[in-house]
């Protein structure tokens, strides 16, 4: 019997498991596979130091500047080397199980090679997890259940908390690590916006190496074959300008979906479970950005639980603290107001976005408001918006 049980071991997983642990509770976390790569660009913000100190000592490589690009190719940089920490850009292999070591080491165990598929009932309440292994099926038992298996998860539907994903609330995304000699800044990453709800990015990684991909937003999926924007992509001219050689290596390559819609409010809690990390809709609905957010509501999610196990009561009542948490809700503020941008921007194929970057150009205070919207989900302030509506 375990205090608490934990599906899936990516950022928002291990951070929940790790202060859990830390705290002395007996922590199940539950992976289905710790060799696969999750499909991903890799960046993290700063923020993320405030939680993983230890990642000072990796050597991940380290960014100091962003370039964005609007579809029409205006563009801004904006360097932050003496203004606050560096970014990472970080092969989503390694980062996973670095923080899943952390989790362990602090005493969680780590139960691989377990794919979570269902809840073991009793009298209508949940009491564990049910997972596929190799050689059959497996039980585990715990007073507080944590759903951090992401996009796919079968548990979050199976809880009543969350429906199947309608493609208006998703983003799909497809991307590689490549490898071969190339002109990209490597203290810089780029994105590039679309004239539709989407972007291509450019990420620098150590020796030669680089991330690149691509995203479609929401119901512009209908319209876009991912597949088709991600070669158009990588053959653009205005890309082809990094990459003078005929030749690259594609790594590793990979497409997966990611939420669109900020926090899923409705279906944070219930009864002895509670949601995090994708699952829950802890990503900027502009800027796909969620290791960060993810990591947060896991920490928060574990307070959250050592409090209700303290108390002796996991009802829900007790842990509606997840959702109320100031934190949580600044997030879920901040990933509000970014949506309400998302169309704004994109609207008459993306030129108010063009807009955005023009005042930019100019306007110093306007691109570090832009520059935070974009790279730590702030919200817009009410001045940056007023601006935006008055520029012709
Ligand atoms: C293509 C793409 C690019 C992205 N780029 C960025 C970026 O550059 N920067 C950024 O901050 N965010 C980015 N994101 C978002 C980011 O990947 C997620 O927000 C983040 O990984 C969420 O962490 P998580 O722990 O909630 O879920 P995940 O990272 O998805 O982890 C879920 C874990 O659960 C495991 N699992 C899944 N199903 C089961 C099961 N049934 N049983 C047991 N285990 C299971 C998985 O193996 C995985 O380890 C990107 C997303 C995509 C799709």
Same mark, same amino acid.
């Given at each position: 019997m375990y205090d608490v049980i934990i599906s899936g071991a990516g950022p928002a997983g291990s951070k929940c498991? =790790?202060?859990l642990a830390k705290s002395g509770f007996n922590v199940a976390l539950i992976e289905k596979d710790t +060799?696969? %790569? /999750?499909?991903c660009g890799g960046a993290v913000n700063s923020r993320i130091f405030k939680y993983y100190p230890q990642l000072? %000592?990796?050597d991940f490589h380290r960014i100091n500047g962003i370039k964005i690009y609007s579809a029409d190719f205006h563009n801004f940089e904006y360097r932050? %080397? &003496?203004?606050? &920490?560096y970014s990472l850009h970080v092969d989503r292999l390694k980062f996973d199980n670095f923080l899943r070591d952390i989790a362990v080491d602090a005493g969680a165990e780590l139960f691989d090679n377990n794919l979570s598929y269902d809840f073991i009932t009793k009298e209508n309440s949940r009491i564990g997890i049910k997972? /596929?292994?190799s050689s059959g099926i497996q039980e585990y038992k715990g007073k507080i259940i944590i759903i951090a298996d992401g996009m796919s998860s079968k548990l979050a539907r199976k809880s009543g908390l969350k429906k199947q994903w309608k493609i208006e609330e998703i983003g799909n995304a497809k991307c590689a690590i490549m490898e071969g000699e190339n002109n990209l800044d490597k203290e810089v990453m780029s994105l590039f916006f679309k004239s539709y709800k989407g972007y291509g990015w450019l990420f620098p990684l150590e020796d030669n190496k680089f991330n690149m991909g691509c995203g479609i937003i929401g119901e512009d999926n209908l319209k876009y074959n991912l597949n088709q924007i991600y070669r158009e992509f990588w053959n653009d001219p205005n890309i082809k300008k990094f990459f003078p050689k005929k030749n690259y290596r594609k790594i590793w390559e990979g497409a997966y979906p990611l939420p669109s819609q900020g926090v899923l409010e409705k279906s944070l809690y219930g009864d002895n479970i509670m949601l995090i990390g994708d699952i829950a809709g802890f990503v900027s609905p502009i800027s796909g950005e969620g290791i960060c957010a993810s990591v947060v509501s896991g920490k928060v999610a574990a307070e959250t639980a050592i409090n209700a196990l303290e108390k002796e009561d996991v009802s829900k009542q007790t842990l509606k603290?997840? /959702?109320?948490n100031p934190t949580i809700k600044k997030i879920s503020r901040g990933f509000k107001l970014t949506l309400s941008l998302v169309d704004f921007c994109f609207e008459n194929q993306g030129q108010n976005l063009s807009k955005m970057f023009k005042i930019a150009e100019y306007d110093d205070d306007f691109r570090e408001k832009l520059v935070n919207m974009f790279l730590f989900s702030e919200a817009p302030s009410k001045d940056f918006i007023m601006k935006l /509506? +008055? =520029?012709k």
């Open positions: 498991a =790790e202060i +060799s696969w %790569r /999750k499909p000072r %000592r990796m932050w %080397r &003496d203004i606050m &920490d997972t /596929k292994i603290n997840y /959702k109320f /509506k +008055s =520029e």
